[in-house]
């Protein structure tokens, strides 16, 4: 994760829906982010509420802020409040599970999203950590330390030789610049995950090239929350 | 050049190596951490005001009444005692009136869940944009709230609240309410102490002597809602900052600067009890009144 200190924006504002910047700007902003990793139509969602939110959740409307995003509304859109009857409206049921028996290494305000689409689904694990700022930790069981601040690159591919160096080699074609780089792997010569956080906005056409990389099986652009 | 800082000195120490003012400063550090231009980031500041405004007058509009019935329209009630001529007014000063209705506006609108700013918090909104908006209303109608030195009111309170969030918090849940509404007054008096005129230096005396005097202060709202007592809090907070502004003006200091207060707050915050750090397990969450709210609530 990127270590960069706490900007103008992170204290003006989010400009959110309330009444929670933690249980609500919060939740929606790692839902928001959750979606924009598995962007396509959705079969299936559930949100998982941990700790704190599983018990306040309704009060502070976390959980309709967690479906509006999975509808694609902004965090800052009035339309939150209303997100459950456009979810229904839309045919999308979306599971909400307060979960009181966290695991002890959860943060206190976490949120688990699964998603379905068509073959492809996702499990992001993010927590909420005050002020409408947020730490996304896990994706698809991979370690992944996102807080949204800057835009960030997903690179999921086979473990092997070169890529680490091929994907950072792009990006410097590119002019960008890299502010933190991890890599995980489930086994050797098995699936692995780059997380690049980046300075700069990242277009389509680097996201094609990284795609195009050898061993490589998806790249997702993951964009900052600064709304 | 360093746009690395987590005192207020070291903010005042690289503003003067820059050359800059303090809010040209700020502004030029988010421009090159978002990787824009300054123009760029005022542009998304004066936006902010902008719905910082729109929360008020939402909150003015018509009486907030909030899905638990904790929220019930205080900001509607004052701004008609101050409608009607007859209204009992022990305190007078428009300015004063204006900042407790402004302040508990845009708080509650958020608590209803409308759209406001957090600055630096949902809990929080009200204050900043209460003490800055009633002072422009009030005292100088003929600043243009698009103006430089209005957006800068805004920018200094800012960087009031980075101050604190990097050496102590912003969160409740970390700091207990001294690290929200708290920050929020403390921020308030120094931005509006920039916008009247006054120097670095007496915005950081005006940001000491408001957080000295809510230090300790626990969270504990009912039934863990951002409502009580959070909306009138946002107004009692309103009336801290101009307490701070007014000695600050007559020349009264505080015997400790304000780096050390908010080490004194940070180190409040992490010997505070997690029952008082918006668990909503101790304090007015527990009292007989508020557990009858909470099982209501829960009922729904």
């Known amino acids: ?107 206190p305000n976490t949120v688990v999203i699964e998603l379905v689409s068509g073959d492809s689904s996702l499990r992001v694990r993010g927590a909420s950590v005050g002020g409408g700022e947020i730490l996304l930790q896990s994706i698809n069981g991979f370690e992944a330390l996102i807080d949204g601040r800057l835009e960030a690159i997903l690179v999921f591919h086979r473990d092997e030789p070169g890529v680490i160096a091929r994907v950072a080699s792009l990006l410097a074609e590119a002019g960008i610049n890299i502010a933190s780089l991890a890599s995980r ?12 956080e980046v300075d700069g906005l990242i277009d389509a056409a680097l996201i094609a090239a990284l795609a195009s990389l050898p061993a490589v099986r998806d790249v997702v652009h993951v964009p900052s929350v600064k709304s | 050049m360093s746009w690395l800082f987590t005192t207020a000195a070291e903010l005042l120490a690289r503003a003067s190596e820059a050359g800059l003012s303090l809010p040209d400063f ?27 405004r729109q929360s008020l007058e939402a909150g003015l509009a018509k009486p907030q009444r909030s899905f638990s019935g904790l929220t019930d329209g205080a900001a509607a009630k004052l701004a008609a005692a101050d409608r009607a001529a007859e209204a009992p007014r022990a305190v007078a000063d428009p300015f004063f009136r204006l900042a407790l209705s402004y302040s508990l506006a845009v708080n509650e609108v958020n608590a209803c869940g409308g759209k406001i700013v957090a600055f630096p918090t949902a809990g929080s909104s009200g204050v900043i944009p209460g003490v800055l908006w009633a002072y422009r209303d009030a005292c100088r109608p003929d600043l243009d709230a698009e103006s430089r030195p209005f957006q800068d009111a805004f920018v200094l309170a800012s960087g009031i609240g980075i101050v604190i969030a990097s050496r102590a918090s912003l969160a409740g849940a970390s700091g207990g309410c001294q690290a929200e509404c708290g920050a929020a007054a403390a921020m308030a008096a120094a931005g509006l102490l920039g916008l009247r005129g006054g120097s670095a230096e007496a915005c950081l005396e005006g940001a000491a002597l408001s957080l000295k005097n809510c230090l300790g202060l626990v969270c504990d709202p009912v039934a863990g809602l951002v409502e009580v007592p959070c909306v009138k809090r946002n107004a009692f907070m309103a009336a801290n900052a101009l307490t701070a502004v007014t000695l600050v003006e007559a020349g ?43 099982e209501k609530i829960e009922r729904g």
């Open chain 1, 1 to 107: 994760m990127d270590e960069r200190k706490i900007g103008l924006f992170d204290i003006l504002g989010p400009v959110m829906i309330g009444p929670s910047s933690s249980h609500t700007a919060g939740v929606a902003r790692i839902a928001f982010l959750a979606r924009r990793i598995l962007p396509g139509r959705l079969d299936r969602a559930r949100v998982s509420f941990y700790g704190s939110l599983a018990r306040t959740y309704k009060g502070h409307g976390s959980d309709k802020a967690a479906i509006a995003e999975l509808l694609g509304i902004l965090p800052e859109d009035e339309r939150l409040g209303f997100a459950p009857e456009l979810a229904a409206r839309e045919g999308l049921d979306v599971e909400i599970v307060p979960v009181f028996d966290a695991p002890e290494r959860y943060h």
């Open chain 1, 185 to 196: 792997r489930r086994d050797r010569g098995d699936e692995a995950l780059i997380v690049a």
């Open chain 2, 252 to 294: 009264v200091k505080s015997a400790i600067p304000f780096d050390e207060v908010v080490g004194a707050m940070k180190a409040i915050g992490d010997s505070m009890p997690a029952s008082l750090r918006e668990s909503a397990g101790g304090g007015l969450a527990l009292t007989p009144t508020g557990l009858v709210y909470k």
């Open chain 2, 26 to 52: 700020l502004v030029a550090r988010e421009a090159f951490y978002s990787s824009t231009s300054p123009e760029a980031a005022r542009a998304e500041i004066a936006r902010r005001i902008r719905i910082t």
